[in-house]
Each structure stands twice: as structure tokens, then as C-alpha cells.
């Protein structure tokens, strides 16, 4: 009831959500260097909401097309009438992803001619996917931690850009350079939330 009063009111619905996904496998560092692409696409293009949208849908059809390898989530959120508090809480959420283990993103270490060739492949990777969109989408206001449900939340992603709905993007991820590796007990210390799928 006090949702359509507010949309009487003409008052806009934002809702704040981070999606945690946590892959484990010897097969899932190719992820890696998709998130990596990402990563730089979205420093050039300095903020461009469809250019991060269009990333965003690429990590998440990749993380679709991996799913045997998905092993734990979690995810949270708030719902917001005002944007400000809406802004605060994603900025408190890209401050809490940054600071979890390896998941800054170093794009000015030189990589290529002087590293070694035996780098160690990681086989726990972790991604935080945040976003802030307008309305209502219960796909992704629920649990949505049996695979069913995050598939079906991380194609509501996907439509979110499609339908131009989204107001911020983040993605982080750990270990965020090839070479780095999570241990499990980094991804129990750093992790806490993730629930087995």
C-alpha cells in the first residue's frame, strides 16, 4: 500500500543491491580476463552509464555461461525514496568491495613482457556486482541464493540496461590480477556472507 501511495506521491522507488558470486574451479580464470577488460573499458570511458551497462551484461552472460563452477553467494540490498541516501549507499558499498582482499584493481603495474611464465592460476574467484536502479524488480529484492534464482536475477541485470533503468554500476572482484590467488581461508576471512548454492 505505502508502494503506490509513493508512486501517487510522484515519489521515485531506487533500490541499492550487491550481488556476491563466488566461482571455484581450475577453468575459472578466463573469468578473469573478462572482468579485467571490463575493468579498463570502464576507467576509459570515465563513468559512461550504457558503456558500463554493456559491461555489465558481458560479465554477467559470461557468468551464466560458467555456472557449474558457481558455488556460493550472497546478496544484499535497501530500498531508497531519496537519491542522496540511494548515492550514499552505494558509495558505502564500493568503499566496503574495494577493501575486501585483492579486489583493488592496480591497471598501471606493467603486465606482459617481465612476468613469469608459471604464473599460479587462481581457482576461487569472488565477484561483487553493485548496482542502483529505478522501480521495482523482485528478481532481484529476493534470496537469491539457489541457482534458479540467480540466474534469473542476473538476466534481470541484463534487462535493467536494456531498459535503461540503471542509475550505477560497480563490479569489483577478487583476486582482481592474474597471478594472485584466494585462498579458502581468505574467502572465509574476507567473504563471511557466502552461502553454498
Known amino acids: 500500500m505505502s508502494n503506490l501511495f509513493n508512486r501517487m506521491m510522484g515519489k521515485t522507488r531506487y533500490v541499492v ?4 558470486l563466488h566461482l571455484a574451479g581450475t577453468e575459472v580464470a578466463p573469468i578473469l580476463g573478462v572482468l579485467n577488460r571490463a575493468a579498463r573499458e570502464a576507467i576509459n570511458c570515465d563513468g559512461d552509464l550504457e558503456i558500463l551497462g554493456e ?4 560479465i554477467c552472460e559470461t557468468l551464466l555461461r560458467y555456472d557449474e563452477y558457481w ?3 550472497a546478496n544484499e540490498g535497501n530500498i531508497f525514496w531519496n537519491e542522496g541516501e540511494a548515492g550514499d549507499y552505494v558509495n558505502e558499498l564500493f568503499t566496503d568491495s574495494a577493501q575486501r582482499y585483492g579486489a583493488e584493481l592496480d591497471l598501471s603495474s606493467s603486465s606482459g613482457f617481465d612476468e613469469p611464465l608459471s604464473i599460479p592460476i587462481t581457482r576461487n574467484i569472488v565477484i561483487m556486482l553493485t548496482v542502483a536502479y529505478e ?3 523482485p ?3 529476493a534470496d537469491l541464493s539457489n541457482i534458479q534464482a540467480l540466474k534469473v536475477g542476473l538476466r534481470a541485470l541484463i534487462n535493467l540496461h536494456q531498459k535503461h533503468r540503471l542509475r550505477a554500476i560497480q563490479v569489483h572482484f577478487s583476486p582482481a590480477q592474474l597471478g594472485d590467488e584466494l585462498t579458502n ?3 572465509l576471512q574476507y567473504f563471511p556472507e557466502l552461502i553454498p548454492l
Not at 17 to 20: A, D, M, P
Not at 55 to 58: A, D
Request: include cysteine; glycine fraction near 4%.
Open 55 to 58: 559491461e555489465l551484461v558481458e
Open 139 to 141: 528478481d532481484l529484492e
Open 71 to 73: 558455488l556460493s553467494e
Open 135 to 137: 522501480g521495482e524488480v
Open 185 to 187: 581461508d581468505q574467502l
Open 17 to 20: 543491491c550487491r550481488l556476491f
